[in-house]
C-alpha cells in the first residue's frame, strides 16, 4: 500500500475518486527489500545458487549487461523487419461500418455505489457485479431481477467473475483474497455461508477469471503477480512472476488456441504467459501510464489494452508488435476498459470521462460515442453470444446496450 | 549478497530476453490480412455490428413505441 493512509483520507481520496491503493512502478520497493510473501519469488530462492553459477562460468554483471542490451537491439531490428505496412493501410479496400443503432436497453441499479467490475454467464442472460461497498449481485438481464446478492467482508471489490457451469461467482478486492461462492437455486439460503476462500495475495485482487472450468482459477493482484489456483483445495498451482508493479488485468485466449493469458499492469506493460510453465512468453511496451485492462481479439492472434494515457492499443501475436492505436486529441480521459464484438470488428472502450466510445478495429477511426453514464465508466463485456454488451460505472448502475 | 542479486536479475533478464528473441514472427501485412478476413467471415453473425431486429434480440422490445 502506498505508506500510511488513514481511514479518513482514504474516504477523501477514494471519494475524490482515486484509486489510492495502486502503486506506480516508481513508488515500488525494490525487489531486495519486499517481505517475504505468500507467493514465494524465484529470484529469492534461487538467486543464491544461480550468482554462484554465474561466478563459475565466469560472467560478470558487465557481461551480462552487455548481452541483454545487444539482444533487446536484435528484438528491435527483428520486429521492424517485418514492419512492412500498417493495419489501416490494408483495412483500406474494407468497407465502412454502417451506422450503429446501438443505445441503453437495459439499466440495472440496486448497487448502493460505484461499481467495479462485472461479467455475463454463459446463459446470455445473467450478469454478476460487484460494487465499492462490498456488495456482489447477480441479475437476470432480461428481467432486471436480482437473483442473489451477498456483502463481501471488505471494501472495493475490484474483480469478479462467472463460473462455466453457472453455478457458482468468484470475487475479491482489498481482502487481498479471491473467494468462490456456490450459486444457490433456494434463495433463502445464506450464500455467505459457502463461501470458499481460494486465492491468496499479499495485496489487493485486481482481476479473476476461472480457466475452461469451474475448478480453475487464474488471478493478477497489486503484488505484482498472477496466480493460477485449485479451487477445491485453495492450492497455487502456478505463478506468474514478471510484472514491476501492480498487475491491473488479465483475459485467458480463447479455449482454441491453448494455455496461454495476457495481463496488463502499472508497469506499462502487457504480458502474454504460459500457464503451464508459468513463462513470461511475449512482452509489449508502448502504452504511456498504466494498462488497465487487456482483452483478446476473438482469434487469439491479437488483444487490445486500454490503458490511463487515453489510449487503447491493438497488438498482434504473430507479428510480435503493436499494430494500431485508438486515439484522439480530444480524449484526454484514462481508457479503463476494451472488449471487441463477435467479429471482432467493433472495440468498445469505457472511459473516465463517462463515455463509451466504439472504434472501428481494422481501419482505426471511431464509430461512434455512447452517453448516458453519469460517473466514470469501470468496465465493459459483450454478452457470450454477441447480441449485446453491458456496461458498469461509478454512477452505481449497469446498463446492457444492444 | 546485493551483487549477488543484481547478477541474478540481470541473468534472468538475459534468459528472458533470449526466449523472445526465439520466437517466429510474421510479417505485420500477412497478420493484418488474418484479422481482415476473420472480420469478414464473421460480419453477418455480428448482432452488434450489423444489427439484430428486435424479434430476434431479447434486449430489444418489441412492443411498438407510443411517443406522447
Known amino acids: 500500500m502506498r505508506g500510511v493512509t488513514s481511514a479518513r483520507q482514504q474516504h477523501q481520496l477514494a471519494e475524490a475518486g482515486e484509486p489510492w491503493w495502486r502503486q506506480r512502478e516508481s513508488e515500488r520497493k525494490r525487489p531486495n527489500t519486499r517481505t517475504s510473501s505468500t507467493i514465494p519469488s524465484p529470484l529469492c530462492a534461487s538467486s543464491l545458487k544461480m550468482a554462484c553459477q554465474a561466478l563459475q562460468s565466469g560472467e560478470s554483471l558487465a557481461t551480462l549487461k552487455n548481452e541483454s542490451d545487444s539482444l533487446k537491439k536484435k528484438l528491435e531490428e527483428e520486429r521492424a523487419k517485418l514492419h512492412d505496412v500498417e493495419l489501416n493501410q490494408v483495412a483500406e479496400k474494407v468497407e465502412l461500418v454502417s451506422a450503429l443503432s446501438i443505445r441503453t436497453r437495459r439499466v440495472l441499479k440496486g448497487h448502493g455505489n460505484k461499481v467495479l467490475c462485472m461479467d455475463w454467464c454463459k446463459d446470455k442472460r445473467r450478469l454478476v457485479s460487484s460494487s465499492q461497498d462490498g456488495k456482489v449481485i447477480v441479475w437476470d438481464g432480461y428481467t432486471l431481477n436480482k437473483e442473489h446478492a451477498v456483502t463481501m467482508p471488505c471494501t472495493w471489490v475490484m474483480a469478479c467473475a462467472y463460473a462455466p457451469s453457472g453455478c457458482a461467482v468468484a470475487c475479491g478486492g482489498l481482502d487481498n483474497k479471491c473467494s468462490v461462492y456456490p450459486l444457490s437455486l433456494d434463495k433463502n439460503e445464506n450464500l455467505a455461508a459457502k463461501k470458499k476462500s481460494v486465492a491468496m495475495h499479499t495485496n489487493y485482487l485486481s482481476g479473476c477469471s476461472f480457466t475452461n472450468s469451474d475448478m480453475q482459477l487464474l488471478t493478477s493482484s497489486g503484488d505484482g503477480t498472477c496466480a493460477l489456483w485449485d479451487v477445491e483445495s485453495g492450492q497455487l498451482l502456478q505463478s506468474f512472476?514478471?510484472?514491476?508493479?501492480?498487475?491491473?488485468?488479465?483475459?485467458?485466449?480463447?479455449?482454441?488456441?491453448?494455455?496461454?493469458?495476457?495481463?496488463?499492469?502499472?508497469?506499462?506493460?502487457?504480458n502474454v504467459w504460459d500457464m503451464r510453465s508459468g513463462q513470461n512468453v511475449q512482452s509489449f511496451e508502448t502504452h504511456d501510464s498504466d494498462i488497465n485492462c487487456v482483452k483478446y481479439y476473438p482469434t487469439g492472434d491479437a488483444f487490445a489494452s486500454a490503458s490511463d494515457d487515453g489510449t487503447c492499443r491493438l497488438y498482434d501475436l504473430r507479428a510480435d508488435r503493436e499494430v494500431a492505436v485508438y486515439q484522439?486529441?480530444?480524449?484526454?480521459?484514462?481508457?479503463?476498459?476494451?472488449?471487441?464484438?463477435?467479429?471482432?470488428?467493433?472495440?468498445?472502450?469505457?472511459?473516465n470521462d463517462y463515455t463509451i466510445n466504439v472504434w472501428d478495429v481494422l481501419k482505426g477511426n471511431r464509430i461512434s460515442v455512447l452517453f448516458g453514464h453519469e460517473n466514470r465508466v469501470s468496465c465493459v463485456k459483450v454478452s457470450p453470444d454477441g447480441t449485446s454488451f453491458a456496461s458498469a460505472s461509478w454512477d452505481t448502475s449497469l446498463r446492457i446496450w444492444a | 549478497m546485493s551483487t549477488n542479486n543484481s547478477i541474478a536479475q540481470a541473468r534472468k533478464l538475459v534468459e528472458q530476453l533470449r526466449i523472445e528473441a526465439g520466437m517466429e514472427r510474421i510479417k505485420v501485412s500477412k497478420a493484418a490480412s488474418d484479422l481482415m478476413s476473420y472480420c469478414e467471415q464473421h460480419a453477418?453473425?455480428?448482432?452488434?455490428?450489423?444489427?439484430?431486429?428486435?424479434?430476434?434480440?431479447?434486449?430489444?422490445d418489441k412492443k411498438p413505441c407510443i411517443i406522447l
Open chain 2, 44 to 60: 453477418r453473425s455480428d448482432a452488434l455490428l450489423v444489427g439484430l431486429p428486435a424479434s430476434e434480440n431479447p434486449f430489444k
Open chain 1, 241 to 270: 512472476h514478471g510484472h514491476t508493479a501492480d498487475v491491473l488485468s488479465l483475459n485467458l485466449a480463447p479455449s482454441e488456441t491453448g494455455n496461454t493469458f495476457v495481463s496488463g499492469g502499472c508497469d506499462k506493460k502487457a
Open chain 1, 328 to 351: 484522439k486529441d480530444s480524449i484526454i480521459f484514462g481508457a479503463s476498459s476494451v472488449d471487441f464484438s463477435l467479429s471482432g470488428r467493433l472495440l468498445f472502450a469505457g472511459y
